[in-house]
Antibody
């Protein structure tokens, strides 16, 4: 069955970095795009961008340019999100989600809670 | 950016009732709209895409429709498991944006 399994929760201090992984199984990894979505505590969903799993090309929403990096370990069917210079406002759950060429999200990871606190 | 104005923010309904949730797009999104259900502590689940296409495995009591830039999600014959927060998402143009969500409570 199709699964996106994300890494575990993270507790970080401001200024540190974090890397979150999303391992896909049950389908051909490079046939689907991978997107990243942020959900701050008690808030709604915010699309961060996506990565073309065939070419490795990332596309970032404006609010996520600079400190956020999408990457792949295609041989391991894994997408990664790295956030550098963490700020308190990065405290959120981060989801990976796959899509076909049409960017709605049919499978989601379970989410990773990242807490940034001094 | 395309703004998605979702209403109501919350609603309460009884088992067996029918409810409607709406999303108004700030511009034409050409039916490129999806609806998701999210339960506490869980990831969102796709219900509807392309405004009215039912995702595989989703009960037929969920349906989507559109009128101009107004999109609606209707849930018929409410069941206890339908208590959740519902989000719309436009998948027409970058950045893909979500509505603020509607929290559905069952009486």
């Amino acid at each position: 069955q199709i699964q996106l399994v994300q890494s575990g929760p993270e507790l970080k201090k401001p200024g540190e970095s974090v890397k979150i992984s999303c391992k896909a199984s049950g389908y051909t990894f490079t046939d689907y795009a991978m997107h990243w979505v942020k959900q701050a505590p008690g808030k709604g969903l915010k699309w961060m961008g996506w990565i073309n799993t065939y070419t490795g090309k990332p596309t970032y929403a404006d609010d996520f340019k600079g400190r956020f990096v999408f990457s792949l370990e295609a041989s391991a069917s894994t997408a990664n999100l790295q956030i550098s210079n963490l700020k308190n406002e990065d405290t959120a759950t981060y989801f990976c989600a796959r899509s076909t060429i049409a960017p709605f999200f049919d499978y989601w990871g379970q989410g990773v809670m990242v807490t940034v606190s001094s | 950016d395309i703004q998605m104005t979702q209403s109501p923010a919350s609603l309460s309904a009884s088992l067996g009732e029918t409810v409607t949730i709406e999303c108004l797009a700030s511009e034409d999104i050409y039916s490129n709209l999806a609806w998701y259900q999210q339960k506490p502590g869980k990831s969102p689940q796709l219900l509807i895409y392309d405004a009215s296409s039912l995702q595989d495995g989703v009960p037929s009591r969920f349906s989507g429709s559109e009128s101009g830039t107004q999109y609606s999600l209707e849930i018929n014959s409410l069941q206890s498991e339908d208590a959740a927060t519902y989000f719309c998402q436009q998948h027409h143009d970058y950045p893909y944006t979500f509505g603020a969500g509607t929290k559905l409570e069952l009486k």
